[in-house]
Nanobody
Framework: QVQLVESGGGLVQAGGSLKLSCTVSGSISSIVAMGWYRQAPGKQRALVATILNDGSTTSADPIKGRFTISRDNAKNLMYLQMSSLKPEDTAVYYC????????????WGQGTQVTVSS
């Protein structure tokens, strides 16, 4: 069974920084991709950033230049460094992992709350 656990959320003032972590554990054959989504109150879950095994990344326009996604493949860890935070970044942040090249499956963490005060 695969488990993803996020950590690092909290309350921060606008302009501040936070670093989220996501640990993947369990029966992991191969991680194809990992990334972050977020869901603000009353809104749909939205993609934040993705990182592939080759290290290439994609990110959503609202966070470009402010957030950085990275991975430690040896430790099955993923990070989201968030800087210049804005109140509109307030959301529950979820990490996900796509595991398995032959029959890929998506696994989700339980989410971590990020609140940015103005």
């Amino acid at each position: 069974q695969v488990q993803l656990v996020e950590s690092g959320g909290g309350l921060v003032q606008a302009g501040g920084s936070l670093k989220l972590s996501c640990t993947v554990s369990g029966s992991i054959s191969s991680i194809v991709a990992m990334g972050w989504y977020r869901q603000a109150p009353g809104k749909q879950r939205a993609l934040v950033a993705t990182i592939l095994n080759d290290g290439s990344t994609t990110s959503a326009d609202p966070i470009k230049g402010r957030f950085t996604i990275s991975r430690d493949n040896a430790k099955n860890l993923m990070y989201l460094q968030m800087s210049s935070l804005k109140p509109e970044d307030t959301a529950v942040y979820y990490c996900y992992a796509v595991i398995g090249y032959d029959s890929p499956m998506v696994y989700w963490g339980q989410g971590t709350q990020v609140t940015v005060s103005s």
